[in-house]
Each structure stands twice: as structure tokens, then as C-alpha cells.
């Protein structure tokens, strides 16, 4: 079993930046592939970037792509979000999200097993 434990959300003005972190416990965390997802008000949770479990393979949903970066340290137990160029349209709660997949990249909510509490994006324009 794997807690996640995000940090880094804040307000923003547009075209700014912030860093999401995401620090897992346990052992095992090169086990896990891992996702971070967003829910505006009103809106379903979506799959924003997917890393697996080395970091060679990457996912990035089409309305963020070249603005974040997915990264993971596995010496620190620790997955990234890097978000450029921020837009008020980004604004939501990011979830961090881990699962022991068979696939190296997964980008559904149903595919993880494990949550983080969420932490609070806000970019104003």
C-alpha cells in the first residue's frame, strides 16, 4: 500500500508557473506508475500527464502538452508537475495518483488505485 501526499498548488497569475510534488511512502515507489489528474467544479477528473515506472514513458493530454512536464525521482519517492504558461482554464484540484499497472502509462481514473488528498490550483487572468 502506497500514501501520496501533494504539495505546490497555490494562485497564480497567467503565464506563471508552479511545481507540484507528490511524495509517496513506502519501499516500492519504482513500482508504481503514476498520474496526476485535475476536477474543476462541476467537471469530470481528468488525466492531465502520466509517467511510468522509470520515467521513460510520458503522457500529456493535448491541452497541456509543451506547457508541463511529468518527471519522478524514485531515490526520493517523489513524482513532479512541472506547469508552465498557466492558464486561467487550468484551474482546478490535481490529484496524484499511483497504481502497480501492467501498462507503463495509464490515464483513466479507474486505473489507480491509490489517491492523494488534492491540492488546489487557482490561476487568475
Known amino acids: 500500500q502506497v500514501q501520496l501526499v501533494e504539495s505546490g498548488g497555490g494562485l497564480v497569475q497567467a503565464g506563471g508557473s508552479l511545481r507540484l510534488s507528490c511524495r509517496a511512502s513506502?519501499?516500492?515507489?519504482?513500482?508504481?506508475?503514476m498520474g496526476w489528474f485535475r476536477q474543476a467544479p462541476g467537471e469530470e477528473r481528468e488525466s492531465v500527464a502520466a509517467?511510468?515506472?522509470?520515467?521513460?514513458?510520458?503522457y500529456y493530454v493535448d491541452s497541456v502538452k509543451g506547457r508541463f512536464t511529468i518527471s519522478r525521482d524514485n531515490a526520493k519517492n517523489t513524482v513532479y508537475l512541472q506547469m508552465n504558461t498557466l492558464k486561467p482554464e487550468d484551474t482546478a484540484v490535481y490529484y496524484c495518483?499511483?497504481?502497480?499497472?501492467?501498462?507503463?502509462?495509464?490515464?483513466?481514473?479507474?486505473?489507480?488505485?491509490?489517491w492523494g488528498q488534492g491540492t488546489q490550483v487557482t490561476v487568475s487572468s
Open positions: 509517467i511510468s515506472w522509470s520515467g521513460s514513458s510520458t
Open positions: 513506502g519501499r516500492t515507489f519504482n513500482r508504481y506508475v
Open positions: 495518483a499511483a497504481d502497480l499497472g501492467s501498462r507503463p502509462v495509464q490515464t483513466t481514473p479507474y486505473e489507480f488505485g491509490y
